[in-house]
Structures are given as C-alpha cells and as structure tokens.
C-alpha cells in the first residue's frame, strides 16, 4: 500500500508528465481513480497534504 501511494505522490509532485504536453488538469478525484487508490490510501494522502497547508 505505501508503495502505491508513494507513486502517487511522486505523479503529482515531479509531474511526470511532459510539461505543455497535456492540456487537461486532472483533479483528485481523477487521480485516485487511475490509480486506483482505495478509500484508506485516499485519506492518508489527503492527510498528509492537509498537514502541509
């Protein structure tokens, strides 16, 4: 489970997707599905990114 999450944060935050390349904004929601993300992975991200604001 760690693992996955921490792709997921990595996607996010690197963005590992070509700068310009991609027009489309993904939102949260989106993301947790691609990757499939189950509920507790979900409140442990967003967890962390609540801490950091």
């Known amino acids: 489970m760690l693992q996955k ?3 997921f944060l ?3 935050i690197k ?3 070509k700068a310009g390349g ?3 904004i993904f939102t949260d929601q989106e993301l947790y599905e691609e ?3 189950t509920d507790e ?3 442990i991200i967003e ?3 609540k801490e950091r604001k």
């Open 5 to 7: 999450i921490l792709r």
């Open 10 to 12: 990595d996607y996010i």
């Open 15 to 17: 963005g590992s997707y």
């Open 22 to 24: 991609n027009k489309h």
């Open 35 to 37: 990757y499939n993300l």
């Open 41 to 43: 992975e979900i409140n």
């Open 47 to 49: 967890s962390v990114i």
